[in-house]
């Protein structure tokens, strides 16, 4: 992965200790965190939740073994960005890790336009886009950043069924050519906090083989 990275003009730095992973993060400051979730002296996601816990909001990519649902959907939760599953196809992970590293390239001063609603309403589910804060029911939603933007883009298109590229393209910035089952497990982690019964969704409807629907 490292030569591949660094062929493609990245620069890297790896640490194989969760310990070791600590001193490089505070040292490189990089722009992307690929963590594996299996490292010898711990869990990667501890290693996340204690970079979450100090602020720090660097992109996280998640190596995960093909059976580790719980450990998807828990490093989902404490603010992954998104997750490959081993073994992956090199050329993919590739192209995913320039996706995400676009949301820290410096853009162009977007051209003025009407500022979106301070509020999206959707039956009990509030958003306040401003703030990036959520309830369902008056409840606080407890959402990562993916999370919140899958969320609103979902609610802004209530009724409407939202293709699952649309979703990519929209949450992630992917284009057409790549899938990932991040989409079906922040889906789960939505339908965990907003559904009466996750086991049989009521607001987040699938449309099967086409998207999602926003009841």
């Given at each position: ?209 086409i998207g999602y629907r926003f009841e």
């Amino acid at each position: 992965m490292r030569v591949n990275l660094e062929e493609r003009q990245y620069q890297v730095q790896t640490a194989h200790t969760i310990a070791d992973g600590l001193v490089r993060l505070r040292q490189f400051n990089p722009h992307l965190l690929i963590l594996d979730l299996a490292l010898p002296d711990g869990d990667g996601v501890d290693l996340m939740r204690r970079v979450r816990a100090t602020g720090d909001m660097t992109l996280v990519m998640m190596l995960t073994a093909r059976s580790q649902q719980d450990a998807k959907v828990l490093g989902l939760r404490v603010g992954a960005d998104d997750y490959v599953t081993k073994p992956f196809d090199l050329e993919e992970l590739l192209v995913r890790v320039e996706v995400l590293l676009r949301r820290t390239a410096e853009r162009p001063a977007p051209v003025p336009r009407p500022a979106p609603p301070e509020r999206v309403l959707a039956g009990d589910v509030e958003i306040d886009t401003r703030a990036r804060k959520a309830s369902c029911a008056g409840v606080p939603l407890t959402l990562s950043r993916i999370g919140f933007d899958l969320l609103l883009v979902l609610a802004r298109q209530r009724g409407e069924v939202v293709t699952r590229s649309e979703l990519m393209r929209e949450v992630w910035g992917y284009g057409e050519g790549v899938m990932s089952r991040t989409l079906d497990t922040h889906i789960f982690e939505l339908r965990r906090q907003i559904e009466p019964d996750p086991s049989a969704p009521t607001r987040i409807r699938t449309v099967w083989r086409i998207g999602y629907r926003f009841e």
